[in-house]
Nanobody, 121 residues
Framework: QVQLVESGGGLVQAGGSLRLSCAAS????????MAWYRQAPGKQRELVAR???????NYADSVKGRFTISRDNAKNTMYLQMNSLKPEDTGTYYC???????????????WGQGTQVTVSS
């Protein structure tokens, strides 16, 4: 019904940059909210950044000033620009979206399959 596909992960040295993308496809009326989460080995999944359809953003304290979340509503795509990467940013990054399929229904939550980000020291 809905697919979220992430791309852009990889291996980068500390101080480097990566840009993640998350494209939503399928039966979509609107996407009130999209977010990036990450999970490091042995740790719980944590919120990295969130953006609403109107462009309101919030970030985890650990990434403020280094990461920028954005979205292209026409393309149903969200981005995460990650600069000044640190080894502690290593983990699997997941895209999440709250998606409304029809005007008379509430939103459902969807997750992508994840993309690996590895920052070497």
């Amino acid at each position: 019904q809905v697919q979220l596909v992430e791309s852009g992960g990889g291996l980068v040295q500390a101080g480097g940059s990566l840009r993640l993308s998350c494209a939503a496809s399928g039966s979509i009326f609107s996407i009130p909210s999209m977010a990036w989460y990450r999970q490091a080995p042995g740790k719980q999944r944590e919120l990295v950044a969130r953006i609403t359809g109107g462009g309101t953003t919030n970030y985890a304290d650990s990434v403020k000033g280094r990461f920028t979340i954005s979205r292209d509503n026409a393309k149903n795509t969200m981005y995460l620009q990650m600069n000044s990467l640190k080894p502690e940013d290593t983990g699997t990054y997941y895209c999440a979206a709250s998606i409304v399929h029809t005007p008379w229904q509430g939103a459902n939550e969807y997750w992508g399959q994840g993309t690996q980000v590895t920052v070497s020291s």
